[in-house]
Nanobody, 114 residues
Framework: VQLQASGGGLVQAGGSLRLSCAASRSIATVNAMGWYRQIPGKQREFVAA???????TYAASVKARFTISRDNAKNTVFLQMNSLAPEDTAVYSCFLDDFGPRLWGQGTQVTVSS
């Protein structure tokens, strides 16, 4: 199984970006799928995810600004990021939890200029 992340880039503060994470298998019944981010020199932090049996889950720092969505027909999860701030600058990585070890996609860089 592979995860392909895309959609990162450079944006000014207050702008928006949409990240995509496409899986090479069905995501309809996975246990969890979503996003983490990592700033150089800091630990990876949770951003948002779909958790099986529950609704979308968000980190407090992004809850009012980011929206996670999914298209099961395309095996893709999206992260719409609005009102971006310089502190959102990070490498964003998608993950998938199902049977076996957690799967990670390659990171996509998001840079927010002030």
């Amino acid at each position: 199984v592979q995860l392909q992340a895309s959609g990162g880039g450079l944006v000014q503060a207050g702008g928006s970006l949409r990240l995509s994470c496409a899986a090479s298998r069905s995501i309809a019944t996975v246990n969890a799928m979503g996003w983490y981010r990592q700033i150089p020199g800091k630990q990876r932090e949770f951003v948002a995810a779909f958790i099986r049996g529950g609704g979308p889950t968000y980190a407090a720092s992004v809850k009012a600004r980011f929206t996670i969505s999914r298209d099961n027909a395309k095996n893709t999860v999206f992260l719409q990021m609005n009102s971006l701030a310089p502190e959102d600058t990070a490498v964003y990585s998608c993950f998938l939890d199902d049977f076996g070890p957690r799967l990670w996609g390659q990171g996509t860089q998001v840079t927010v200029s002030s």
